[in-house]
């Protein structure tokens, strides 16, 4: 009789099974088996919050697969990740087996481990506990408000504010201090200021450089010296005079290391020092937590990476006190462990901060089985944790006044030494935004003693302006999120990806800028839910979801609390018009759209008719810029502002269009142009075949985030050249290819397609991501022979209603609750046979079963987009996909169309 333990991840089933031995059967869930469904009435306010789980073929499947194991064992261990979302799993993983009948006379227990060595795995089995039910109402609580707010707040913004997407009550307050921030800059006017520096000899000889501090005995704020004149009258009084040493003031100062990393600080670090995104560094301690193949044996080599937590287990701290004292010697190693304890109100996520479950495995001895992405974040994880058991850093820092004759002319040098490296020897933290003055923590002064005469060497005067606040990069927007206690750490990744997928926000050099359609949402969300995108009101709430988990909060008690207001909130804009709207939103976004030229003209004028006035409009597709003087003049742009980078992600292209350069190979022109369906390059205009035909020039769309400003032709000329090889899969000896189909960039192996990551580059992806890709892959199908009949081959395949079978233009849909991996030729045969239909043979899409009543497939371009999760490039045609790259492509609307819609839509 064996146990059975239910992990999460088949990588991370594989090696506790090592750890556990044949007394143990260890089982993935794959992540959560069932989830609220993505309709309306799954949480009912009106039935004390009852709500509805549904569970898709793959939850069902493997909550059957544990089931069936389970069946004679002892004892079930559910040993899913050690935060909230873990503790879910395991409560919806009982709760399905429970309502199977499968747990009569087994124990249930629940463990956790922080980190998956053999050590901590056999810890965790000895010391089982309950399933925490604080947390697993704290679950329920988040999980029934983020549906409730985004199923109530995104159809009022579909109906009042077309072109619109969603509303998400976290995600929405992230993309208000985004906006916030650039409306600050853009109101922004810098400030003239001057200073004046000299450069002085010390008796040796040494030159060292001096600010001017005071001037005719008063003390020089930011802004004494405003202008030129009065920046030139300073350096001549500096001129004048001969200055000498009127104090010299040193002092110790010591600098402590930081904590080991949280979430967020990981997050944090990780984009400032390596350039990752948010979602790529967690994917990427996922990979370290799981772990690694070193010796034959899959080791994890970070501790669990979703935390809010700084301390160290007391073992940890220890041997790397030992390894600091081996490795830098006893300078290095403070007197006693450091104990850092979290800011957080409410730690309820793992514990421990983030550390290498073993110091001894160092970043230069792993680092052959790791790739370089893994490699940089473990060496940081790794030097972060060594560092905060390291001693401060000692600093003498230096400050020296300089005086005239007169002491109403004084200059002032400042400098640091660094007395004992400490923790500087290992690691140094970096910062988002550099500030003025930090250079002097380098910065070296001579020896100088009060008395002491010095020589003027040089006097410059320099010009200064003021900078606006510098826009959120996702370091520092998540740096913000948390002081603010706007969400949690183990959010923040998925809401910054939201923004991008919503097309809300744009990354452009590692900074975000809201779009045009973020800004509308935003104003919208203000003028008329205004408590709900407030920082302060989703920050208490997030104190109260605490207390849930704390086990000090009712969580129906909490949400009926929120709803009242909220539901209150919506029912308000029932009557709201569309003009209520545009006037809240041309009131707000006025100053943004229609800048005050430099000519001093007036913004609003109309170009073509010279005497309407331009304001927002709201038509079926979204919001645009028109003429007040409609229908007489039918003046209309898009939604953005004129000479601004542009919208959709790439630069706006005065006339639609910009050339690259030429391409050697060809001589023809490289153009970037805006197409109907966004940015594309081309080549060339086309020519004729021999009979005459207009034939297409190639064409490639441009990947999200790719700006046309900064596209070069080195670059264009790749993208034309896609598909590319990638290189030869190692097991399946199969060609991988990276290309860009209908629903963006892709890699492929045979008839396996994969979505790359927004983090990913389809220019420069390499073979270990593209495997990554492709292993994390849903097959598309699978051929189980030739027809008895005719030879054909049978095929069961994946269609947008389910999985099929299909001999030829025969389909028939598998029943409910069958698999695609478990049916026969011989059923495939008679399934087909009994209950079979044709496919049309012209308008449905290639290989796609009719719907479930008997009516013909939908057309191709009449298919519903895919969410995001689904393969870019997983098309029932992948070849058709393939011939069109670039939507750009598609053929224009008819004229009256064109004209019907340019009023409506003309973003």
Request: charged share 30%.
């Amino acid at each position: 009789m064996t146990d059975v333990v239910v992990v999460e991840s088949p990588a991370k089933a594989k090696t506790i099974n090592k750890y556990l031995g044949d007394d143990y059967t260890v089982l993935a869930s794959f992540g959560h088996v069932r989830d609220l469904p993505a309709k309306d009435g799954s949480v009912r306010p009106d039935e004390d919050f009852a709500m509805d789980w549904e569970s898709e073929d793959r939850g069902q499947k493997q909550v059957a697969a544990i089931a069936k194991a389970v069946k004679g064992a002892r004892r079930l261990f559910l040993a899913t990740d050690p935060d909230r979302e873990g503790e879910a799993i395991s409560w919806h993983v009982r709760e399905m087996l429970g309502r199977m009948g499968a747990l009569k006379g087994v124990e249930v227990h629940r463990i956790t481990f922080n980190e998956i060595t053999k050590r901590a795995v056999q810890h965790a089995i000895a010391h089982p506990r309950d399933l925490d039910t604080p947390l697993i109402e704290a679950y329920l609580a988040r999980r029934a408000l983020d549906y409730l707010v985004g199923f109530t707040l995104s159809p009022v913004l579909w109906r009042k504010l077309p072109g619109s997407r969603s509303a998400g009550r976290v995600q929405s307050v992230a993309l208000r201090l985004i906006c916030e921030r650039e409306a600050e800059i853009e109101v922004f006017r810098p400030r003239e200021y001057w200073s004046v520096e000299a450069r002085f000899a010390s008796p040796a000889g040494a030159t060292f450089g001096a600010r001017l501090t005071h001037l005719d005995g008063k003390r020089l704020d930011q802004f004494d010296l405003p202008d030129e004149a009065s920046a030139m009258r300073a350096k001549a009084a500096v001129e004048a005079g001969a200055f000498s040493v009127a104090s010299v003031e040193k002092r110790r100062v010591r600098r402590n290391p930081p904590p080991p990393f949280t979430t967020s600080t990981l997050q944090q670090e990780s984009s400032r020092k390596l350039g990752f995104g948010a979602q790529a560094t967690m994917r990427l301690a996922q990979q370290l937590y799981e772990g690694v193949e070193i010796g034959g044996e899959t080791v994890g080599l970070i501790t669990y990476m979703r935390t809010d937590g700084v301390q160290m287990a007391r073992e940890a701290m220890f041997a790397i006190r030992d390894h600091v004292k081996e490795a830098f010697g006893a300078d290095y190693v403070p007197g006693a462990p450091r104990e850092y304890s979290s800011k957080a109100k409410n730690a309820q996520e793992a514990h421990e901060a983030v550390r290498p479950t073993d110091v001894a495995r160092t970043p230069e001895e792993v680092a052959r089985y790791l790739n370089p992405e893994q490699r940089r974040l473990y060496e940081l994880v790794w030097k972060r944790a060594v560092a905060s058991q390291m001693q401060s850093a000692e600093l003498d820092q230096t400050t020296v006044d300089l005086a005239d004759a007169t002491g109403k002319v004084r200059l002032r040098a400042t400098g640091s030494v660094i007395a004992f490296d400490g923790f500087l020897k290992l690691y140094r933290e970096d910062v988002d935004d550099a500030v003025a003055g930090d250079e002097e923590d380098t910065r070296v002064l001579p020896p100088l003693a009060e008395g002491d005469a010095t020589e003027r060497r040089s006097v410059e005067a320099s010009q200064h302006f003021t900078q606006p606040p510098p826009r959120y990069s996702e370091a520092s927007l998540v740096k913000k999120m948390e002081e603010l206690g706007i969400g949690r750490p183990s959010t923040y990744a998925s809401i910054l990806q939201t923004l991008q997928d919503r097309e809300y926000v744009r990354l452009d050099k590692r900074r975000f800028i809201p779009e045009d359609r973020g800004r509308l949402v935003t104003a919208f969300l203000t003028s008329f839910f205004e408590r709900y995108v407030d920082t302060g009101f989703t920050a208490g709430l997030e104190e109260r979801l605490d207390d849930i988990s704390g086990g000090r909060a009712q969580w129906k008690a909490v949400m009926r609390d929120f709803w009242e207001d909220f539901s209150r909130a919506v029912g308000a804009t029932r009557d709201l018009t569309i003009s209520d709207v545009i006037d809240a939103l041309d009131e707000d976004l006025g100053p943004h759209f229609f800048p005050q030229p430099a000519d001093g003209g007036d913004p609003r004028g109309c170009p073509a008719c010279h005497a309407g006035r331009l304001g927002l409009k709201l038509g079926r597709y979204g919001a645009f810029i028109g003429c007040s003087n409609y229908p007489t003049c039918q003046y209309t742009r898009k939604l953005s502002v004129p000479g601004a980078n542009g919208e959709e992600g790439g630069g706006e292209l005065a006339d639609g269009m910009k050339e690259l350069g030429t391409d050697p190979a060809t001589g023809e022109p490289v153009t970037v142009r805006r197409g109907p369906y966004g940015l594309y390059v081309q080549r060339g205009e086309g020519g004729e075949d021999a009979k005459g035909k207009k034939l297409k020039p190639p064409r490639a769309s441009l990947p999200r985030g790719m700006d046309a400003e900064s596209l070069t032709l080195e670059r264009a000329l790749a993208l034309l050249a896609l598909p590319r090889i990638i290189g030869v899969h190692p097991e399946t000896h199969e060609e991988m290819l990276a290309g860009i189909g209908r629903f963006g960039p892709y890699v492929k192996m045979a008839q396996t397609y994969k979505s790359l990551d927004p983090d990913d580059d389809v220019l420069t992806i390499g073979a270990n991501r593209a495997i990554a890709l492709l292993a994390e892959a849903k097959p598309r199908g699978r051929a189980l022979g030739n027809h008895p009949k005719d030879g054909a081959p049978v095929e069961i395949r994946r269609g947008r209603f389910g999985p099929f079978a299909q001999h030829g233009t025969r389909v028939a849909s598998l029943p409910r609750g069958v698999q695609m991996e478990d049916i026969t030729l011989d059923e495939a045969v008679a399934l087909l046979a009994e209950k079979g239909k044709e496919l049309k043979p012209k308008g449905a899409p290639k290989g796609a079963p009719k719907g479930a009543k008997g009516k013909a497939a939908p057309k191709a371009k009449a298919a519903p987009k895919r969410k995001a999760a689904e393969p870019a490039a997983a098309e029932a045609n992948p070849a058709a996909a393939k011939k069109t790259p670039a939507r750009p492509a598609a053929k224009k609307a008819a004229p009256a169309k064109k004209a019907a819609a340019t009023r409506k839509a003309a973003g």
